[in-house]
């Protein structure tokens, strides 16, 4: 696991952090890294920890044991407002009453600062995420994606160390969150704040972030950038949380460099990477790296027969089902303008793979 551990590291660290909540490890024995002015996801399923994690960074909640250090300084026991961390949620909570400039603005106010200082922050941020021009609006006068971007200006109006973000694009649709997530992204490239992001959405923790932790049970199972990840998980449940993903389960009969040989159903498979002959292992093979064929092809290192079990069009990409005899259904995504094959229920095909396209994961 690739936690970027460094003990001379300036940025965030989690130490040995656990939260319990009665027989309940929300947060179990957890360290971690987080350099600063990196973008890091902190992704999961519902209940698996993630929020709870961001909470005791914010200092909302208090780590039953270990602790969290900002650039080596010890911060578990500081409130909230001591820790001059950022904080946007999926539900805005941005003041009805306030126009746009006094939303932004209502931290500095907190803090007391002259409003002829205040001012020229206040309209720096709003330039910052492109809301100038609506500056004397009141909330219910924007769309969700404005006033998610005035939630963000508040968040960052007073240089915060670090902007935690919990799922803060949840209530926007699928349209106007991939805007903001493309604004988020060159917004934090600009700035070169830390970010730390919780979402579920495992599109959104791939497309944004420098890098991705996994969360499980409390746990961090994997963590490593983006492309890492989809490409190399190292368990099941990796592979099939971070995108969809086959899974077939095969004999070694054979070790040759890093080559192994396997036998699967009465099907002869070559895929690469290391184990003892005679052992059984699992491997992960994503839809969009598999063939499907109208003929059997030649010299490819996998195939197998198979009969199209269902087939629909997906976003200029056919996606099938295939029956095959010894490994089971397959599924697979084909570029539409590169498909051999017709998707048709019930027609005979062939699928292929090369022995580099799929990657052994530990089986959890």
Request: glycine share 10%; aromatic share 6%; charged share 25%.
């Amino acid at each position: 696991m690739d936690s970027k551990q460094d003990a001379g590291v300036q940025g965030l660290t989690l130490r040995s952090v656990s939260k319990h909540y009665g027989n309940v490890r929300a947060v179990d024995d957890v360290d971690l890294v987080v350099p600063k002015g990196e973008f890091l996801t902190l992704l999961g399923p519902s209940g698996s920890g993630k929020t709870t994690m961001l909470m005791m960074i914010a200092g909302f909640a208090i780590p039953t044991s270990g602790d969290i250090l900002l650039d080596q300084r010890v911060i578990t026991g500081l409130p909230p407002e001591k820790r001059n961390f950022g904080m946007v949620f999926q539900g805005y909570a941005l003041f009805p009453h306030m126009t746009v400039a006094q939303n932004v603005g209502f931290p500095l106010k907190v803090r007391r600062m002259a409003r002829e200082t205040a001012q020229p922050l206040i309209e720096k941020t709003l330039d910052l995420v492109q809301l100038g021009h609506l500056r004397d609006r009141l909330p219910r006068q924007l769309s969700g994606g404005q006033q998610q971007r005035v939630a963000l200006a508040r968040a960052l109006v007073f240089a915060p160390d670090i902007l935690l973000l919990d799922e803060p694009l949840g209530a926007l649709d699928k349209k106007l969150r991939s805007e903001v997530q493309i604004e988020l992204k060159q917004l934090h490239k600009r700035l070169g704040t830390t970010f730390i992001y919780v979402t579920h959405d495992q599109e959104e923790a791939l497309s944004m972030s420098d890098r991705i932790a996994i969360v499980r049970d409390g746990k961090f199972v994997q963590i490593g950038g983006p492309g890492d990840l989809y490409e190399r998980p190292d368990s099941r449940f990796v592979a099939d949380f971070l995108g969809d993903s086959n899974f077939m389960t095969g004999k070694v009969i054979g070790q040759v460099g890093d080559e192994l040989a396997l036998e699967a159903g009465g099907q002869n498979l070559r895929q690469i990477g290391h184990a003892p002959v005679g052992s059984e292992v699992l491997i992960a093979l994503r839809p969009e790296k598999v063939s499907v064929h109208a003929n059997q092809p030649a010299g490819v290192d996998n195939v197998a027969p198979g009969v199209v079990e269902a087939s629909r069009y997906f976003c200029s990409t056919n996606h099938f089902i295939v029956r095959t005899k010894a490994l089971g259904s397959i599924r697979a995504a084909v570029r539409a303008w590169q498909s051999e094959v017709v998707p048709r229920e019930g027609l005979d095909v062939f699928v292929s793979w090369t022995r580099d396209a799929s990657v052994v994961v530990r089986d959890d």
